[in-house]
């Protein structure tokens, strides 16, 4: 059975940091995301790593602040994130692929993600 769980996320003020983990288990995937859905918004991509190789990819809006990591060894996903804002308030999901894809491009589609967690809440106060 496939599994994606989330944890770390948090109530934090402006200017601080959290640090989102996923663990995987049930099947072993090309690449996994994190994506975030604030209230009344459409679901926003946010970073993106292939497992072998490590390969990233960061939305402009989190580049620089946001960094995606992997540990193979624990078959973890983690999101770094610092410098936050209140406008990275959502719920912050782990995304799994099974397949490869050609380009970055693609892999800030949500709907090419065949597996997601339940969502961890990320509240950043002003």
């Known amino acids: 059975q496939v599994q994606l769980v989330e944890s770390g996320g948090g109530l934090v003020q402006a200017g601080g940091s959290l640090r989102l983990s996923c663990a995987v288990s049930g099947r072993s995937f090309s690449s996994m995301g994190w994506f975030r859905q604030a209230p009344g918004k459409a679901r926003e991509f946010v970073a993106h790593?292939?497992?072998?190789?490590?390969?990233?990819y960061h939305a402009d809006s989190v580049k620089g602040r946001f960094t995606i990591s992997r540990d193979n060894t624990k078959n973890t996903v983690v999101l770094q994130m610092n410098s936050l804002k209140p406008e990275d308030t959502a719920v912050y999901y782990c995304?799994?692929?099974?397949?490869?894809?050609?380009?970055?491009?693609?892999?800030?589609?949500?709907?090419?993600?065949?597996?997601w967690g339940q969502g961890t809440q990320v509240t950043v106060s002003s």
């Open positions: 790593i292939v497992w072998s190789g490590g390969r990233t």
């Open positions: 995304a799994a692929i099974v397949g490869y894809y050609s380009s970055p491009y693609y892999y800030t589609r949500d709907d090419l993600y065949d597996y």
